[in-house]
């Protein structure tokens, strides 16, 4: 049924990557995972490596009671390594993870579970495109991003310089300089995972089942499966506002018609040339990138 398999996995800015993937052929089982560091809190690839390992693991046990085992390993570790049960680990400190996962069932239908800001993304044979999963946490990167980026640009009028031309050192320097002005507002913003004002994540917690999204999906003329971390979502230009809401339509559209390292080459190159975040707005230069296509029969 499955006729190829392709992925990309590449870090960021930092020298590790807090993604983590899944290609579990025997049970059938394909995930991207995007970790996510606390803020001073603990590192991001324990919960997104926790998620992968009991994704991995080969059992009977159904997709979510997979990722509802990998939810209670992840409170165990946190508490193992915190020294205190999880309701006394503010939420700023978690590691915490977006996960798109699928299991195929024969040629009949997938299951799917989602977290976060991963994409679950189908294309079908009469090339349409249907996004499944929907990009809660966006609304708020997007709060963050305006308040960064126009500091970004009242630095650049304001002493008269091209902020993409500085010594990388003094971009990274800048862009959290930034990042610090807006500690209350990330702190405001984190606060609200696995809640109804917020997103749904994997941090060990009860509520984080209660902000699983999951369901079942007839594989009726599926000609591709494209999952996807926010680092292979597409950027949008400052001055074209209405990209932006097409962005991972964007992505699926140059993977499913040139292949998944074709969209990587087009945003590393983006990222590149624009190192201050200045022409496409973001809150960082490169995120890790993890992506798996999935082509079929």
């Known amino acids: 049924m499955i006729r190829s398999i392709d992925f990309i996995y590449k870090n960021g800015s930092r020298n590790h990557n807090e993604d983590a993937y899944v290609i579990n052929r025997e049970n059938h089982i394909f995930a991207a995972i995007d970790g996510a560091t606390g803020l001073?809190?603990?590192?991001?690839?324990?919960?997104?490596?926790?998620?992968?390992?009991?994704?991995?693991?080969?059992?009977?046990?159904s997709l979510r009671e997979k990722v509802e085992e990998g939810n209670t390993k992840l409170r165990l570790k946190t508490e193992e390594l915190k020294n205190l049960p999880l309701t006394s680990i503010s939420k700023l400190e978690r590691s915490?993870?977006?996960?798109?996962?699928?299991?195929?069932?024969?040629n009949q239908y997938l299951e799917y579970v989602s977290y976060g800001d991963c994409m679950i993304i189908l294309q079908y044979k009469d090339q349409s495109i249907r996004i499944v999963t929907h990009d809660?946490?966006?609304?708020?990167?997007?709060?963050?991003?305006?308040?960064?980026?126009?500091?970004?640009?009242?630095?650049?009028?304001?002493?008269?310089?091209?902020?993409?031309?500085?010594?990388?050192?003094?971009?990274?320097?800048?862009?959290?300089?930034?990042?610090?002005?807006?500690?209350?507002?990330?702190?405001?913003?984190?606060?609200?995972?696995?809640?109804?004002?917020?997103?749904?994540?994997?941090?060990?917690?009860?509520?984080?089942?209660?902000?699983?999204?999951?369901?079942?999906?007839?594989?009726?003329?599926?000609?591709q499966i494209l999952l996807l971390t926010d680092g292979l979502k597409m950027h949008t230009h400052q001055q074209d506002n209405k990209t932006h809401k097409n962005s991972w339509e964007q992505s699926a559209t140059i993977a499913f018609n040139h292949g998944i390292n074709e969209?990587?080459?087009?945003?590393?190159?983006?990222?590149?040339?624009?190192?201050?975040?200045?022409?496409?707005?973001?809150?960082?230069?490169?995120?890790?990138?993890?992506?798996?296509?999935l082509t079929f029969e």
């Open 136 to 223: 809660h946490v966006d609304v708020l990167d997007t709060q963050a991003i305006k308040i960064v980026h126009r500091m970004l640009l009242e630095e650049e009028t304001g002493k008269g310089i091209d902020l993409n031309q500085l010594p990388e050192e003094k971009i990274l320097s800048l862009l959290q300089e930034k990042k610090d002005k807006i500690k209350i507002l990330l702190h405001e913003n984190r606060s609200k995972l696995n809640t109804s004002e917020g997103y749904g994540i994997i941090d060990g917690s009860e509520e984080a089942l209660n902000f699983m999204e999951y369901g079942v999906i007839p594989l009726i003329n599926i000609k």
């Open 40 to 61: 001073g809190g603990l590192s991001g690839d324990i919960a997104s490596n926790i998620i992968k390992q009991s994704l991995e693991k080969v059992s009977e046990r």
């Open 96 to 106: 915490t993870c977006s996960l798109a996962a699928i299991q195929l069932k024969g």
């Open 263 to 293: 969209l990587y080459k087009q945003i590393i190159q983006i990222e590149k040339n624009d190192p201050a975040c200045i022409e496409y707005p973001r809150l960082k230069k490169h995120d890790d990138k993890t992506g798996i296509l």
